[in-house]
């Protein structure tokens, strides 16, 4: 049977679109992944397919003395993932990006492994940048970031197929929610955001009598409340109920996060992430919002966030639009590029 090796990390970000595609080869090719300690160790563990560990330099924005000692660390994080690419040998690699999936790539180009790695942003990341010229091809969600690379091509954003398989009935019965008010989804990514879950908290009493609230505020967020109709989670393992069951949605604007809200056909408010940033997500954001496809609040307007979920409610427009919008997920596409390397 001929090989897949998967590698992508540092954030959920990079990993659960791995997830979806490895899901769909399964039974076709064997697949293994190549990570960190990270956030994508646990999300593979769950897979239950093999996983080569490496320890892998992350780049600081702006001047640190921890950057000095990146070229040393890579040096040996690349070794680490020859090792593990000779170990599997795989037929391709595959790359969602994020800084743990350069060594691997850099180390397949060394062994002359084809590979081809995936951006989902509509500006590329620093990662993806410095692995494109080792890539067969740049795969991108976005139309115009191909055109930003000589080997690019446009496929789509990798999607997971169970989030279409939600019930909006009994997901609502799930969170105990009783069908009579609209529902508000709210979370801030895998982790929470704490800009979110404050400006929430702050106003959830007045919401709550209107809508029902559903708030995923990440892990150790969770904070005392007797507010009928606020029910609080600290992540949801199955999406698609949550998002079954929501009206509207208010979210960080990772590129994920995006093209799933669309594809759900979901009207949203993105809240682009602020601070320590390429600004990616406000990139992001802003092209959805141009189109009319969602709308947006800056993390220093949260204290509108009541109001924008009025407007928002109010919004036929944003409803119209989506209806007739056609993003969908680039699974297809993608696989047909992985594919290619195993006949």
Do not use: W
Request: charged share 25%; aromatic share 8%.
């Amino acid at each position: 049977m001929k090989k897949v090796l998967f590698t992508g990390g540092g954030s959920a970000g990079h990993v659960v679109p791995n997830i979806a595609l490895i899901n769909a080869l399964k039974g076709e090719a064997d697949v293994c992944y190549i990570g960190t300690d990270g956030p994508e160790k646990a999300l593979v563990s769950a897979q239950k397919i093999p996983y080569f560990q490496i320890s892998c330099p992350k780049l600081v924005r702006g001047f640190s003395l921890g950057n000095l000692k990146i070229p040393a660390a890579f040096l040996r994080a690349e070794r680490q993932a020859r090792e593990g690419l000779l170990a599997f040998r795989p037929d391709v690699v595959f790359s969602k990006g994020g800084y743990v999936a350069l060594p691997v790539v850099f180390a397949a180009k060394k062994l002359k492994i084809p590979c081809l790695t995936h951006e989902s942003d509509l500006s590329p990341g620093l990662a993806n940048r410095l692995m494109a010229g080792k890539c067969r091809y740049v795969l991108t969600s976005f139309p115009e970031t191909a055109e930003k690379f000589r080997n690019g091509k446009y496929c789509g954003s990798p999607l997971r197929e169970e989030l279409f398989g939600g019930d909006r009935e009994a997901a609502r019965k799930k969170y105990g929610f009783s069908g009579k008010k609209k529902v508000l989804l709210v979370f801030g990514g895998g982790s929470g955001s704490r800009a979110i879950n404050d400006a929430l908290r702050k106003c959830v009493s007045s919401l709550a009598r209107k809508y029902d609230v559903l708030h995923l505020c990440g892990k150790g967020n969770v904070a005392e409340s007797n507010i009928p109709g606020y029910v609080q989670r600290e992540f949801e393992r199955d999406m698609a109920d949550a998002y079954a069951a929501a009206d509207l949605v208010v979210s960080r604007a990772g590129s994920n996060t995006v093209f799933e809200l669309l594809a759900l056909k979901k009207p949203a408010i993105l809240v682009p992430l602020e601070g320590r940033t390429r600004g990616d997500q406000a990139e992001n954001a802003s092209y959805f919002q141009k189109r009319g496809l969602c709308r947006v609040l800056r993390q220093s307007e949260l204290g509108f966030l009541p109001e924008a979920v009025e407007d928002a409610f109010a919004d036929e427009a944003l409803l119209s639009a989506l209806a007739v919008s056609d993003f969908s997920g680039g699974n297809a596409n993608i696989l047909h590029e992985i594919r290619r390397f195993l006949v």
